[in-house]
């Protein structure tokens, strides 16, 4: 099997519309495995977020690598730390004075606590969806300045198109995308998942001709451009569509678990 890493997002992706996992995939990530691939999935969630998911896949093997926060996190399954992946403070600051000036929500991550200002409708849901804590800390940008904390990831929740527009070209130091609709991400410029495909690549002493990678928005496109090939589920953003190799049916018509069994049968 030429095809032995195979990365994928979660949401939109691997995940299906109501929030669950189709059996057909579970099972053939399961065949996969079995042929002497290593499946990842590479997702903004937090570790913590996709461990508590990872019974829904069938994973279950401690070594396995995990790309959270938009590659700013790698870990095993374990917990194990493969690279941790920081934005510059002051960068992070001037982000959360801005948003703070503006009205616009925002929260922070480090590598393993989201940080917000207050406990709200919004937050609260995302974290029981997420199955994750939160830490309330007061104004964000008073916590980020005199905090010892290292933050690999920010999020905004609104209008992200707009606020991509706003902030894309205002920082060295972070790089941002959308993730859906009405969350902007934000990470290190030397995170992102098509840098951390190259660093799992490292990890596990394979070359970038043997990665197959698949997602659904534009903070896919890095991997999906950096894997030798890079597919699309048909749900997918547009943009994405458009720098991958292959489109396969939607997330919710077993796209991802077709192109496993495409990698086992070296079909792609």
Same mark, same amino acid.
């Given at each position: ?28 990530? *399961?065949?996969? %495995?079995?042929?002497? +691939?290593?499946?990842?999935? $590479?997702?903004?969630? /937090?570790? =913590? ?68 200002? *207050?406990?709200? %409708?919004?937050?609260? +849901?995302?974290?029981?969806? $997420?199955?994750?804590? /939160?830490? =309330? ?71 970038? %001709? ?59």
């Amino acid at each position: 099997m030429k095809y032995r890493l195979f990365v994928s997002d979660f949401d939109g992706t691997a995940l299906r519309s109501d929030r669950t996992v189709s059996p057909l995939l579970a099972r053939a990530i *399961k065949d996969y %495995e079995s042929a002497g +691939g290593t499946f990842v999935i $590479s997702s903004g969630r /937090m570790f =913590e977020s996709i461990v508590a998911h990872a019974c829904l896949l069938g994973l279950d093997d401690a070594d396995m690598p995990i790309c959270a926060q938009d590659g700013g996190v790698i870990k095993t399954l374990s917990g194990k730390e493969i690279a941790i992946t920081t934005m510059p403070k002051s960068d992070v600051l001037d982000f959360a004075l801005e948003c703070e000036r503006s009205g616009l929500y925002f929260q922070v991550y480090s590598k393993d606590t989201l940080f917000v200002e *207050k406990a709200n %409708e919004f937050n609260l +849901g995302y974290c029981n969806v $997420s199955k994750i804590g /939160m830490r =309330e800390v007061g104004k964000l940008s008073d916590f980020i300045a005199f905090s010892d904390e290292q933050f690999v990831k920010v999020l905004h929740h609104g209008d992200a198109e707009w606020a991509l527009e706003h902030f894309k070209d205002r920082y060295e130091g972070i790089r941002f995308f959308l993730s859906s609709a009405t969350f902007l991400d934000g990470a290190s410029v030397n995170a992102g998942k098509g840098n951390a495909l190259i660093k799992l690549c490292a990890y596990l002493n394979l070359g970038i %001709e043997n990665t197959v990678a698949i997602g659904d928005s534009m903070n896919d496109i890095s991997m999906v451009e950096a894997a030798c090939v890079g597919a699309a589920v048909a749900n997918a953003d547009d943009r994405l569509k458009a720098k991958a190799k292959l489109i396969v049916p939607s997330n919710d018509d077993d796209g991802v678990a077709k192109l496993l069994y495409m990698a086992i049968n070296d079909e792609i």
